[in-house]
């Protein structure tokens, strides 16, 4: 305070009567968003000043008029990327119904330039197919000849010349069919292996130490897949074969929490490396009977990406208890529940007992965090706050502050 003079000591009378209660807030928490507008929580509680001490009253004691927002805004940098989009295609049909297509860019928001997609991975994008009509056909306008019976066309159920090829080429891989959906290892010997299941690998969680992936003739454009390995370990998957025709805009994708490429060209005997214990696979196909061909192993990760009091959780239930910290971890340490499921289903959390205290600055330190991956959205809970939360996507993760 040099050089402002300072004041003298000296003795005043003071009113002992308590003060009107008045609204407290605790500092705001962490941002929603990384980049761009997001949401803070901040507590607010009613107090009153009685003898030099806060003392928590009744919220309908406080003038309700002036409350102060639980949830406030927050800006804590301005995002640098964006997506941006081709115009659309020329309608997949002549007559009828069809579909429009449109490519999908990461932009840098000052230099407008490419970059990769990753960049962009926690913003929102709009969709990329939609449906159009140019009327109805000649072949049905009018009615049918006398007689003439309309026949159910059904997708064939076997797999194709090329399929069986290939199911025989790798057949001696040192692979267990165990590894893959359990449809696939139905039956025996030739009559069992034309019958085996070659949709449902989309939207399923390979939990396997190794194994084959055959995402070639899946009936969806977009199939997703998932494998899972103890936090210890990381995978190594490599493509064994790809039919994906790069000039229609086929592409597979490969992210997890620390490692995400996307490619089309070049792929087989490509390596991908997680570089943690889980990755998920998304692949998009234009034409029929298009894809790729993976085999994937694990071993124990070269380096350490988890904490020691992090657990991991496949589903598809399961309970979340505070994880205890160990005495020589220090209070910088943050324990971490990972919850990953098939990417065709979706994950509710449901806080049964909280209790991270109400008095004092606690409240600003004890906290939940839990972050939907595949939007990278997250929201926080205090006090003795029960709740219910649910993912837009496959992943989530817990965090527990203090």
């Known amino acids: 305070c040099h050089p402002v003079p300072k004041p003298e000591n000296r003795m005043e009378v003071c009113d002992l009567n308590p003060c009107p209660p008045r609204w407290k807030v605790t500092p705001a928490g962490p941002c929603s968003s990384s980049c761009g507008l997001g949401l803070a929580v901040q507590l607010v509680s009613c107090v009153q000043i009685h003898q030099g001490r806060e003392v928590l009253q009744e919220e309908h ?36 119904n069809g579909i429009q297509t449109r490519q999908d860019f990461c932009l840098h928001s000052l230099t407008r330039k490419h970059v990769e997609p990753v960049f962009c991975r926690r913003f929102p994008k709009a969709s ?45 891989l040192d692979v267990p069919l165990s590894a893959m959906p359990q449809e696939w290892s139905k039956g025996g010997g030739e009559e069992g292996a034309a019958k085996r299941c070659f949709q449902c690998v989309c939207g399923k969680l390979f939990l396997n130490a190794t194994g084959i992936i055959n995402m070639t003739g899946v009936e969806s454009s977009d199939c997703t897949v998932a494998i899972g390995r103890p936090l210890r370990e990381e995978i190594t998957l ?35 490396n997680s570089r943690t214990n889980t990755l998920i696979v998304k692949q998009r196909v234009v034409l029929p009977g298009n894809g790729v061909i993976l085999q994937y192993n694990s071993r124990t990760a070269a380096k350490k990406y988890y904490q020691d009091c992090d657990k991991q959780l496949f589903g598809p239930q399961g309970e979340i208890v505070n994880p205890v910290q160990l005495p020589d971890q220090g209070q910088e340490v943050v324990c971490r529940t990972f919850i990953d499921v098939a990417p065709q289903h979706r994950i509710a959390i449901r806080a049964l007992y909280t209790d991270l205290g109400t008095e004092g600055n606690q409240t600003h330190f004890n906290y939940i965090l839990v972050r939907d991956v595949s939007t990278m959205k997250t929201m926080v809970f205090r006090g003795k706050q029960q709740f219910l939360w649910q993912s837009t996507g496959s992943q989530a993760e817990i965090e527990f502050h203090e």
């Open 238 to 272: 490599r493509i064994l074969e790809s039919s994906l025709n790069c000039s229609a805009g086929e592409v597979v994708l490969f992210s997890g929490r620390m490692m995400w490429r996307t490619g089309c060209r070049k792929l087989p005997l490509s390596l991908i």
């Open 128 to 172: 990329v197919v939609r449906g159009c009509s140019l009327g109805s056909c000649p072949e049905q306008v009018g009615t049918r000849p006398p007689g003439a019976e309309l026949q159910p066309v059904t997708p064939a159920t076997h797999p194709t010349a090329a399929a069986a090829a290939r199911e025989e080429r790798y057949k001696d």
């Open 61 to 96: 004691l406080c003038p309700v008029a002036e409350k102060p927002l639980t949830r406030v805004p927050c800006v804590i940098r301005t995002c640098s990327y964006e997506w941006s989009f081709s115009e659309w295609s020329e309608c997949s049909t002549s007559c009828g």
